[in-house]
């Protein structure tokens, strides 16, 4: 089975700290996605990678950035966090194209304080 | 842009049938896939409608009309297990739009 690997369960940081959540695939997989999960909000994309050194924008980019240096792995940062930031972080990977099912992350619950 | 509509809640009994719908608008439909989520954890795939038309799969079975921008998933034989969120996705261009989930409880 696919496995996707995030850093860390939970992350507590202070208001204007650089983050970085990171996740990494095992089953070379060429695309990778970062979402935020909030209640009532659902599952919204932050950016998304379909090869190495490659990122797009996803519905809610602003105050992110990422990393795509490796094929496995697709890291976020969050250049100065804020309160706003507060969430659950999940990142995924799929084979192919965006008709392939996603395998997620057990996710990162960051909390800005 | 994509529009995904689902109910926020749903509540039935062990042993029982229930239906989550969605209605969806997008550009650039390419199929619709549907996830579970139990409470902390990650969505996990349940399946995906690419034509119209019923799949089934066990207990779960996902309906797909894409003249009506119509799906749902139908869960029969209900147990305490798959009391969770589920989710449902449009595959569009270049990603999938998520709903905002249906939370489904299950009692006994």
């Known amino acids: 089975d696919v496995k996707v690997t995030q850093s860390s369960r939970y992350l507590v940081k202070r208001t204007g700290e650089k983050v970085f959540l990171e996740c990494v695939q095992d089953?070379?997989?060429?695309?990778m996605f970062w979402y935020r999960q909030d209640p009532g909000l659902g599952l919204r994309l932050i950016y998304f990678s379909y090869d190495v050194k490659m990122k797009e924008k996803g519905d809610i980019p602003e105050g992110y950035s990422v990393s795509r240096e490796k094929k496995e792995r697709f890291s976020l940062i969050l250049e100065s966090a804020s309160t706003n930031q507060t969430s659950m972080y999940l990142c995924?990977?799929?084979?192919?194209?965006?008709?392939?099912?996603?395998?997620f992350g057990s996710g990162t619950q960051l909390s800005v304080l | 842009g994509q529009n995904i509509d689902q109910p926020t809640e749903m509540t039935a009994t062990e042993g029982a049938i229930v239906q989550i719908n969605c209605t969806y608008q997008t550009s650039g439909f390419n199929g619709l896939f549907w996830y579970q989520q139990h409470a902390g954890e990650a969505p996990t795939f349940l399946s995906y409608?690419?034509?119209?038309g019923l799949e089934e799969k066990g207990r779960f079975s996902s309906f797909l009309s894409r003249s009506k921008g119509y799906s749902y998933l139908l869960l029969k034989e209900l147990q305490m297990k798959d009391s969770a969120s589920y989710l449902c996705?449009?595959?569009?261009?270049?990603?999938?739009?998520f709903g905002k989930g249906t939370m489904l409880l299950v009692s006994p």
């Open positions: 409608n690419v034509l119209d």
């Open positions: 089953m070379d997989h060429e695309n």
């Open positions: 995924a990977s799929s084979l192919l194209a965006t008709n392939e099912k996603l395998f």
């Open positions: 996705a449009a595959s569009g261009y270049s990603t999938l739009t």
